[in-house]
């Protein structure tokens, strides 16, 4: 039986499977759907995966205690992606134990393709719906306050500086000579372990203001891109949606 097509935008999907063959064959299928869909073999390979790859779906097909075990890793690091788990296990205990694990959707093999295709779209649109409603983060830039649906955040007039430039750049994004610039650092003086430091912190305080995740999305070879709507405000001004200042 031929997958068919899926009428949703095009996901990011990563395989995780020991198998090759498997692996590949899943890989294929998910392709065939539309889907731009990477294998990989291992919670390891997965994690230099992530690093280049915005992921939007995961499927799991490792048995055991493993495989659970890279699902609750993977949804408490990426707690807005979509997990499937494909197991042989058919017992009600294993499938509790696979939703418990952060799992979206626990499919026994073998499953149809039909039903496979149906059930990645049937969770991509609740993902979708996400991503059609972010949520508008306001930075104060004299109060120097992050603010969204969670509430009020501090930043500093660095972490402001390196906001207002994404905003300001194309598609909201900043390689790391211009972050350097931003912060007035040479290579030297702030290094990209410093530079990643730097965006982790950041990260967080858009999440708790109430931004969506992903909030700045490491750019392989270039920099890094901020994720999330954001208006600048000036007490002096009225608000404006990517205001620039």
């Known amino acids: 039986m031929s997958p068919t097509h899926s009428?949703?935008?095009?996901?990011?999907?990563?395989?995780?499977?020991?198998?090759?063959?498997?692996?590949?064959?899943?890989?294929?299928?998910?392709?065939?759907?539309?889907h731009d869909a990477h294998g990989v073999a291992s919670g390891d390979a997965l994690d230099h995966e992530i690093?280049?790859?915005?992921?939007?779906?995961?499927?799991i097909d490792i048995p055991g205690a493993k495989g659970l075990s890279l699902a609750r890793r993977m949804r408490a690091s990426l707690p807005d992606i979509g997990i499937f788990i494909l197991a042989a296990q058919i017992?009600?205990?294993d499938k509790v134990a696979g939703y418990q694990s952060g799992a979206d959707c626990y499919l026994t093999k073998p499953v149809s393709l039909q039903e496979?295709?149906?059930?990645?779209?049937?969770?991509?649109?609740?993902?979708?719906?996400?991503?059609?409603?972010?949520?508008?983060?306001?930075?104060?830039?004299?109060?120097?306050?992050?603010?969204?649906?969670?509430?009020?955040?501090?930043?500093?007039?660095?972490?402001?500086?390196?906001?207002r430039a994404f905003s300001a750049?194309?598609?909201?994004?900043?390689?790391?000579?211009?972050?350097?610039?931003?912060v007035g650092k040479s290579?030297?003086?702030?290094?990209?372990a410093t530079?990643?430091?730097?965006?982790?912190?950041?990260r967080k305080k858009l999440e708790a203001a109430?931004?969506?995740?992903?909030?700045?999305?490491?750019?392989?070879?270039?920099g890094y891109q901020l994720c999330v709507p954001l208006a600048l405000l000036h007490p002096t001004q009225p608000l404006q949606g990517h205001q620039h200042v």
Do not use: W
């Open 7 to 34: 009428a949703l935008t095009p996901l990011k999907i990563v395989v995780v499977d020991e198998n090759v063959y498997l692996r590949n064959a899943t890989v294929d299928v998910l392709r065939h759907m539309g």
């Open 51 to 59: 690093e280049t790859f915005a992921l939007d779906f995961l499927v």
């Open 91 to 93: 017992r009600v205990d």
């Open 116 to 163: 496979f295709g149906a059930a990645i779209d049937a969770v991509a649109r609740r993902l979708r719906r996400v991503e059609l409603k972010p949520s508008v983060i306001t930075l104060n830039l004299v109060s120097l306050q992050l603010s969204g649906p969670l509430g009020a955040v501090d930043v500093s007039k660095r972490e402001s500086s390196i906001l």
């Open 169 to 182: 750049a194309e598609e909201q994004l900043l390689d790391t000579a211009q972050i350097q610039l931003v």
């Open 187 to 192: 290579s030297d003086e702030f290094s990209k």
């Open 195 to 202: 530079l990643e430091v730097q965006i982790v912190r950041l």
């Open 210 to 222: 109430g931004a969506a995740t992903p909030t700045i999305k490491s750019v392989r070879s270039v």
